[in-house]
Antibody, heavy 115, light 107 residues
Framework: QVQLVQSGAEVKKPGASVKVSCKAS????????INWVRQATGQGLEWMGW????????GYAQKFQGRVTMTRNTSISTAYMELSSLRSEDTAVYYC????????WGQGTMVTVSS | DIQMTQSPSSLSASVGDRVTITCQAS??????LNWYQQKPGKAPKLLIY???NLETGVPSRFSGSGSGTDFTFTISSLQPEDIATYYC?????????FGGGTKVEIK
């Protein structure tokens, strides 16, 4: 079935980087954009950016410009989101989602930033 | 950035009640609006896309309407399994933006 499966939980120290993966299956990976959305505990949804897996083109929310990088490996149908210079406020669940409809979501990856 | 103002932030209703949530965009977004349902500890689930189109497999008691700046999401007969937080999202302009969410509870 169509699904996105994300990598497991991460614990990082302030100032470090984290790279979350999102593996697509059940559809043609290069046919749909991938969006990344995060959610701090008890808070709402925050869009971080998108990537076109075919071209590699990306677009990031201004808030994350300079700290986020979205990439992909088409040979294994996997998208990646790397966030650098982590701070405590980056503690959140990070989701990938398929396409402009965001009709398919990954299960989420908990990233905890703590000293 | 386009601001999405969603109301109410929470509501309590009885099983069988009609529930309505509104979402107002700070500028015209045509019909580029989605509605999601999120249950605790789970990823959001798409219910409505393009303001009024029901996603495949979603029960028909869910519906959406509106265009431009004003949108409405309705549950025609609230069921116990509908307890969740609901979000609107615009994708007319980048960055995509979400409403603040509406937590729906059973009275």
């Amino acid at each position: 079935q169509v699904q996105l499966v994300q990598s497991g939980a991460e614990v990082k120290k302030p100032g470090a980087s984290v790279k979350v993966s999102c593996k697509a299956s059940g559809y043609t990976f290069t046919s749909y954009d991938i969006n990344w959305v995060r959610q701090a505990t008890g808070q709402g949804l925050e869009w971080m950016g998108w990537m076109n897996p075919n071209s590699g083109n990306t677009g990031y929310a201004q808030k994350f410009q300079g700290r986020v990088t979205m990439t992909r490996n088409t040979s294994i149908s996997t998208a990646y989101m790397e966030l650098s210079s982590l701070r405590s406020e980056d503690t959140a669940v990070y989701y990938c989602a398929r396409g402009w409809r965001s009709d398919i979501w990954g299960q989420g990856t908990m990233v905890t930033v703590s000293s | 950035d386009i601001q999405m103002t969603q109301s109410p932030s929470s509501l309590s209703a009885s099983v069988g009640d009609r529930v309505t949530i509104t979402c107002q965009a700070s500028q015209d977004i045509s019909n580029y609006l989605n509605w999601y349902q999120q249950k605790p500890g789970k990823a959001p689930k798409l219910l409505i896309y393009d303001a009024s189109n029901l996603e495949t497999g979603v029960p028909s008691r869910f519906s959406g309407s509106g265009s431009g700046t004003d949108f409405t999401f309705t549950i025609s007969s609230l069921q116990p399994e509908d307890i969740a937080t609901y979000y609107c999202q615009q994708y007319d302009n980048l960055p995509q933006t979400f409403g603040g969410g509406t937590k729906v509870e059973i009275k």
